[in-house]
């Protein structure tokens, strides 16, 4: 034994106690899979046709309306031309978190014009 495990067992600093119980980790799966396949599994197609919302902010407060639908599984066009440069700007920040967060994908569209697509939709360009 060290000296510092010595001083340390000595004060009760010493590491955590040996126990001879089990912890009961028979019971435990291993549900972990990657965050994709969480998204996926999250919107996967319920039968019903894909919906496309278009929305047209006025103010910041707003985006609970953009996330809520984006959280729904639909895509989201994001209109900000009607918003001052500085809001505009914290509404893009904002929807860019919420597609990072949930997966999905932001994509400008036309100037001052968003598309927010969640991971189980697929955009491409012809």
């Known amino acids: 034994m060290g000296a510092v495990r010595k001083v340390a067992s000595y004060l009760g600093l010493s590491g955590a106690e040996q126990y001879d119980e089990d912890y009961g980790d028979d019971d435990y799966t291993d549900d972990w899979m990657p965050a994709a396949e969480r998204a996926a599994k999250r919107w996967q197609n319920s039968g019903e046709p894909a919906r496309i919302v278009m929305v047209r902010p006025r103010k910041y407060d707003d985006a609970l309306t953009i996330g809520r639908h ?5 895509t989201v066009v994001m209109d900000v031309v009607g918003m001052s440069t500085a809001e505009a700007t914290r509404m893009v920040d904002f929807a860019a978190g919420l597609a990072y967060g949930c997966e999905g994908r932001i994509e400008r569209i036309a100037d001052k014009v968003f598309l927010i697509t969640p991971a189980s939709v697929e955009v491409s360009q012809a």
Do not use: A, D, I, L
Request: no cysteine.
């Open 70 to 74: 984006f959280r729904e599984g639909h």
